[in-house]
C-alpha cells in the first residue's frame, strides 16, 4: 500500500495551512453494505472462521465500544464481516486519509473512519468517540494497541482505559483474531504465507452494568487480560506447521540482539537466523519456535527473545549507556494531502529522549521521555522504508534510518522503558 508523496522544503511545509476538524460521519446503510461486500478482497483468498458470544443482549444499533487486537491490514474487513450491519465509526491513524488527492479522505470519513494521532494525548479523540456514542447514536471500532503486533504479543496499551470507558457508559465488546498474524507477521517484508488463515471471536467484554458497577482497575485489568495473547504459542498448542521457505525473512527487525554474544547484527533470511558478528544460526522450525543449528539454544521462542531484549535496553538505560544517533531522511505530515519529503537530518535517542535536527539547520524538535507511552515504528512503512515517528498534535515527523542496521523496535523498546523508568520514578 502506497501513499502520495510530495518533495517540499521545509519551511513551506511548515507554512503550510492546518487542515479543519471534522466531527465523525455517520456511515450510511449504502456505504456500510458496499465494504461489507468488498471485503472479501482485502482478505485475498484468506478464510475466516469465527464465533460470537454473549452478544444477544445488545441490540443492533445500540452504541458500543468495539476493542480488536491489530495484527495487519485484513483486521478491517473481519470486523466488517463479523459486525455488519451495526453502524459503527472507526478510529484511524491519521496518516491513513492521505491519498488519491484527498479521494482517499472522503472515503475513509464516508465509511465513519475519523482520525487520531498514534502515541500522543489527543483529546479531540475523547470528544470524537463521545459525539459518536451520544450524538450519531454509533459504535466505534477502536485498535487500542494502535500499532501491528511486532512479536506477536500485543504492543503497549494506553493507560486509564478504565476512566474511558466510565466517562462514554457503553457496552464493551471484544474482538480478537487468532492466526491472521502468523500468516502475515509485520517483520515478513508482506509475503502472504501459505498454511495459515484467520479466526477470529467476537464477545461481550463488560455489558453496560459492569462498566457502572466495576472499579476503574477492574475495568482497565481487564481490558489488558483481553490483550493477554500470544500468536507464536497458540501455533505451537494448535500444531499449526507454517513451512514456507522464507518464514524467517526479516526476523532481525524484531530479534536484533544475539543472545550468545550480545552483538546487534543478526539478518533473518530463508528459514535461518544468523548473527553476523559471532556466526551463530538458529532455525525457525514450521511450529514457529527457534532452534539453534549448533550448540546450545538460549531462547526458543521469539516473544520470550523480545522480552530479553527489553530487558536489555532498560539496563542500557539504567546504566546511561543507551544512545541512538543515525542520520535520518525526514518527512513530515502536517495535513491530509500528503508526506512532504523534506530533507536530510540527525537523529538522537537517549535519556533526555528524542532530538530531531536537520533541513539546513531549520528544523530543531525535542521530545521528552514523558510524552509519549510509546512509539510508532513501522517496517516499510506505505512501502518506502523502516521508519519512526515522533512529534506533536501539530506535526509528525516520519524518520527513516539511513543506516539500515538500526532497529526500530529497539527505539520503541527504549521508548516504552524509558516512559515507564521516569513515570516510576527510577529516572529523574
Not at 502515541?119 to 475523547?126: A, E, G, H, I
Request: hydrophobic share 35%; proline share 4%.
Amino acid at each position: 500500500m502506497k501513499t502520495t508523496i510530495k518533495h517540499l522544503e521545509y519551511d513551506k511545509v511548515m507554512a503550510l495551512p492546518r487542515p479543519e476538524h471534522m466531527p465523525p460521519r455517520k456511515p450510511s446503510f449504502f456505504w456500510r453494505t458496499l465494504v461489507r461486500a468488498i471485503c472479501g478482497l482485502g482478505m485475498g483468498g484468506c478464510k475466516l472462521d469465527y464465533t460470537t458470544e454473549g452478544l444477544e443482549g445488545i441490540a443492533k444499533d445500540e452504541p458500543c465500544l468495539i476493542l480488536m487486537n491489530h495484527t495487519c491490514f485484513a483486521d478491517m474487513p473481519i470486523a466488517y464481516k463479523l459486525l455488519y450491519p451495526r453502524p459503527f465509526n472507526i478510529v484511524c491513524s491519521n496518516d491513513g486519509f492521505i491519498g488519491f488527492w484527498g479521494i482517499m479522505g472522503w472515503l475513509m470519513r464516508r465509511i465513519g473512519c475519523f482520525s487520531t494521532q498514534k502515541f500522543v494525548t489527543d483529546l479531540r479523540l475523547v470528544q470524537d468517540m463521545e459525539y459518536c456514542f451520544k450524538k450519531l447514536k454509533t459504535s466505534v471500532l477502536m485498535y487500542p494497541e494502535a500499532s501491528y503486533s511486532f512479536d506477536g504479543t500485543a504492543t503497549q496499551l494506553p493507560r486509564k482505559m478504565g476512566v474511558l470507558l466510565k466517562k462514554f457508559d457503553v457496552p464493551v465488546i471484544m474482538i480478537e483474531t487468532r492466526e491472521l498474524f502468523l500468516r502475515n507477521p509485520l517483520y515478513n517484508e508482506l509475503q502472504i504465507r501459505k498454511g495459515a488463515n484467520a479466526r477470529a471471536r467476537a464477545y461481550l467484554l463488560f455489558s453496560r452494568e459492569d462498566v457502572r458497577e466495576k472499579s476503574v482497575k477492574e475495568l482497565s485489568d481487564g481490558i489488558d487480560e483481553a490483550f493477554n495473547f500470544d500468536h507464536f504459542r497458540w501455533q505451537k498448542e494448535h500444531g499449526l506447521e507454517i513451512h514456507d521457505d522464507f518464514r524467517a525473512d526479516g526476523l532481525h527487525r524484531i530479534l536484533y540482539k544475539c543472545p550468545s554474544c550480545g552483538a546487534e547484527k543478526t539478518e533473518g533470511r530463508g528459514t535461518v537466523l544468523t548473527c553476523h558478528h559471532c556466526g551463530k544460526q538458529y532455525e525457525l522450525t514450521p511450529l514457529g519456535e527457534l532452534k539453534a543449528l549448533e550448540g546450545e539454544t538460549e531462547i526458543s521462542h521469539i516473544p520470550d527473545w523480545y522480552r530479553w531484549e527489553r530487558e536489555q535496553v532498560k539496563q542500557e538505560i539504567l546504566a546511561g549507556t543507551y544512545r541512538l544517533e543515525e542520520n535520518v531522511t525526514i518527512a513530515m505530515q502536517v495535513d491530509y494531502k500528503a508526506i512532504y519529503m523534506v530533507g536530510e537530518g540527525h537523529l538522537t535517542h537517549d535519556r533526555s529522549g528524542f532530538h530531531l535536527t536537520g533541513c539546513d539547520g531549520k528544523l530543531d524538535y525535542t521530545q521528552k521521555p514523558q510524552a509519549c507511552y510509546s512509539l510508532y515504528a513501522d517496517y516499510y512503512w506505505y512501502e518506502i522504508d523502516d521508519c519512526v515517528c515522533i512529534g506533536d498534535n501539530e506535526v509528525h515527523y516520519f524518520c527513516f534510518p539511513k543506516d539500515k542496521s538500526v532497529s526500530v523496535a529497539k527505539l520503541r523498546l527504549a521508548t516504552e522503558e524509558m516512559y515507564k523508568l521516569y513515570k516510576g520514578r527510577q529516572l529523574s
